[in-house]
Every structure is written in C-alpha cells, then in structure tokens.
C-alpha cells in the first residue's frame, strides 16, 4: 500500500481532566457510535489546561477500562511518556489491553515534556535529548519482551511516535514505528514528512510502511465552535499526506461536534 492509497482514519482524543470518569466513558462511546477510528486518551497526572491541579486521571488503567466498554474502536495513549515506566513493564501491560480488547491497541509513545508529572511524581526530568536516546533505546526492549510473553500479543501492536525533532525524534520513527503524530500547518506537517522520508532512505525504511498522522485544528481565524472548519483543516493536512486526524476534547462535558464533521468529511473522500 502506498501513502495516498492508505484510507482516511479519525481519531478523538479525550483528554482525561476536569470531569469524571462516567463522562469520560460516556464520550468514549458516543464517539464509537459516532464512528471513529480510535480513541485516545493521553498520558499525564495533571490536566495540561484549565485549572492544573483539577480533576485528572491515569493513562493505563483507563485504557483497560476502555478496553472492556468498547468494542470496535482502537484506542490507545496519545501518547505514553517513556518515563513513567520500566519497558518491560510497559510491554507486558500493553500486551495485556491487547488481549483484553481483542488486538486494538496503539501503543503511542514518546519521549516526555511535562516537568511537573516528573517532579510530583519523583521521576528524574533529565534533558529533552537524554529522554529521546531512552526513547530510542527502550523500544527494542519493548518489542523483544512482546516476543516473549506467554500467550503474545494478538498481533503485532502497531507503535506510534509522537513528536517533531528532525535530529532525533525522526530518526527513532523511522527505525520503529508504524504511525508517526505531529502538530502543526500543512506546511509544518510536509516539512516534517520530507525530514521523515529522508530518514528512511538513510536507514533504508519504506516509507510508505509509516502511517501519517495530525492534530486537527479549525482554519487560522476561525472559531473553534465553527466545527466545519475542522474538515477544511484536515483537508489541507490530507493534501501533504496525512492519513489519520486526531481532535483533542476535554472535559468536563466533551462536545464531539468536531468528530461528527470529521466522520461526515472522511465518508465523502471514502465515497460513503
């Protein structure tokens, strides 16, 4: 499969702050009943906006609640910090939501940034480029304890980098990952898909093999409420390559007024 052959796919991320877990659940399945692809959540101790010691939850155990509460989506962190967790640990619960949702793990993954997680938590905080060669070394060992557990993984777990940083962070998505996540214009976004690429000619990757995937924004100058400016900002990231198109929504209500404009605009590229 080329990279424009690869379908449109729709991702929610449901930014688990500011509301409780009966809300967040409850989006999680409104947003499977919408029709999306996978469901997000992200993987912090405290809410990135709004009030920063308001209401939070933990990534992992959430994920195997969502597990269990649905049943199509794939779902996943966006994304894991490398940091928080022993590799093999986090193979083995990865592993784990694998069987428990019947193969529709996305093990998303990065290297960390929020200094507050590392500091209340009591995790070293290190530097931005000593985060990314543990990134960089941690990931074979992920995926060579998979290799070992008893039963498997019900497949082979598809891994999504996130992050932008064209000496590094590229790099390690071209030697491991299926699904690459950045933020930013089509311009950005094509820069950094051009970087990508020449990664993969260096390591000799198959480009086309990593799919590509965005944050979606309205339109510059245009209200986020005006949800159809979403599809026009998805379309312009569609035109550099992009194939998955991921909206961020928080709580404490979770209006999914975006997802439904981005399902509607997906199903009239699919001909649906």
Not at 92 to 107: C, E, F, N, P, Q
Not at 191 to 216: F, N, Q, T, Y
Not at 232 to 237: F, I, K, R, V, Y
Request: glycine share 12%.
């Amino acid at each position: 499969m080329t990279a424009a052959d690869r379908p449109i796919r729709i991702g929610v991320q449901l930014q688990p702050q500011h509301a409780e877990y009966a809300s967040i659940r409850r989006a999680a399945a409104e947003a499977e009943e919408i029709g999306v692809d996978v469901v997000f959540n992200w993987d912090h101790f405290y809410p990135l906006y709004g009030e920063r010691d308001g209401a939070h939850f933990e990534c992992w155990t959430m994920l195997g609640a969502w597990a269990e509460a649905t049943e199509r989506v794939e779902i996943g962190a966006l994304v894991t910090c490398n940091s928080y967790r022993n590799p093999q640990l986090l193979a083995d619960m990865a592993r784990t939501v694998d069987h428990i949702s019947g193969g529709r793990l996305i093990l998303g993954i990065g290297s960390g940034w929020f200094e507050k997680d590392y500091d209340e938590y009591g995790y070293e905080f290190g530097t931005a480029g000593g985060r990314l060669d543990n990134l960089a070394r941690d990931l074979p060992l992920i995926k060579s304890r998979w290799a070992k557990l008893n039963p498997p993984p019900t497949r082979d777990i598809p891994v999504l980098i996130g992050g932008g940083g064209e000496r590094k962070t590229l790099k390690i998505v071209a030697e491991h990952a299926n699904i690459w996540h950045g933020f930013g214009g089509a311009d950005t976004i094509a820069h950094k898909h051009a970087v990508l690429d020449d990664w993969c000619a260096k390591l000799g990757r198959d480009p086309s093999e990593i799919e590509r995937s965005s944050g979606v924004s309205p339109k510059p100058g245009r209200l986020p409420e005006d949800v159809s400016d979403y599809a026009a900002g998805a379309e312009s990231l569609y035109a550099v390559g992009t194939r998955l198109f991921t909206v961020g929504i928080g709580g404490p209500k979770y209006d999914l007024g975006p997802i439904r404009d981005l399902v509607a605009w997906r199903d009239a590229h699919h001909g649906g």
